[in-house]
């Protein structure tokens, strides 16, 4: 789908307006986004606003943190700069910024790891994989707990889960 505007450039910016019962839709470019004023005028909704919404309100007291200097030393972006924009500046930032931003992923997603969709025909093997993991995590707690018992019976899970997934 082209820009709505200058008809040249793919659109990538989707607004809908439903004003009383009359639906509007709008499609534009980045750049003809950018240079349309009444767009950031009359949509108080903007990623950046929405991630400020995030941050700022409902945080945990263990989750609160002060936004300080700390930088990306290969893109540097802050934190603050981050919360402005909407978007970090590199795959670093996410190792730079990790403390800050999981309870951010966690808000929005519900979890911190993401695990996706699989499809149901072919996923069987890609469930059993997750399955092991987590039984095998599950081990390690036992063990170092010291509960043999409980860590043998799940050591025998993971044998007889890995033997499906040898056999599928």
Known sequence: MLCDECQKRPATVHMTKIIQGQKEEIHLCEVCAKNKENISLHNPFTI?????????????????????DEMCQECGMTFLRFKQ??????????????????????????NQQHVGKV???????????????QLKQRLQQLIEAEE??????????????????KNM
């Open 48 to 68: 950046p606003n929405f991630l400020t919404s995030l941050l700022d309100t409902n945080m945990s007291p263990q989750h609160s943190f002060v936004y300080g």
């Open 85 to 110: 924009e909407g978007r970090l500046g590199c795959e670093a930032c996410y190792e730079v910024f990790e403390k800050k931003l999981n309870p951010l992923i966690k808000k929005i997603q519900g």
């Open 119 to 133: 499809p149901r025909r072919t996923g069987g093997v890609i469930h059993l994989k997750r399955e092991v993991k």
């Open 148 to 165: 043999f018992e409980s860590a043998a019976n799940i050591r025998d899970e993971i044998r007889d889960k890995e033997e499906q997934i």
